[in-house]
């Protein structure tokens, strides 16, 4: 089993920047694909970024790209998400998700999440 819980939410205004992380532990996460997905009030959730097990292959969807970038310590058990230029569009509850494989924005064929961390953007 794979446990994950995220932490640096918060409120920031239009334009600041956070930084998310993901640590995990019961296992090492060094080969799992990971992800973030965000849902907010009254949406499906959705994909925010994957990261292969190597870092080699990251995606974002279009709304984030060039604003947020995913990495990850795989020394450290953690996936980070550091995200810049936040709208008020991006406020969410952001869950880390981790995947045997890699797996995108394929919800369904992730295996772990966390418990989420709430990040609030005003204008």
């Known amino acids: 089993q794979v446990q994950l819980v995220e932490s640096g939410g918060g409120l920031v205004q239009a334009g600041g920047s956070l930084r998310l992380s993901c640590a995990a532990s019961?296992?090492?996460?060094?080969?799992?694909?990971m992800g973030w997905f965000r849902q907010a009030p009254g949406k499906e959730r959705e994909f925010v970024s994957a990261?292969?097990?190597?870092?080699?292959?990251?995606d974002y969807t279009d709304s984030v790209k060039g604003r947020f970038t995913i990495s990850r310590d795989n020394a450290k058990n953690t996936v980070s998400l550091q995200m810049n230029s936040l709208e008020p569009e991006d406020t969410a509850v952001y869950y880390c998700?981790?995947?045997?494989?890699?797996?995108?924005?394929?919800?369904?064929?992730?295996?772990?999440w966390g418990q989420g961390t709430q990040v609030t953007v005003s204008s």
């Open positions: 019961g296992r090492t996460i060094s080969s799992y694909a």
């Open positions: 998700e981790a995947s045997r494989v890699y797996s995108g924005s394929a919800y369904s064929r992730y295996d772990y």
């Open positions: 990261i292969s097990w190597n870092s080699y292959i990251t």
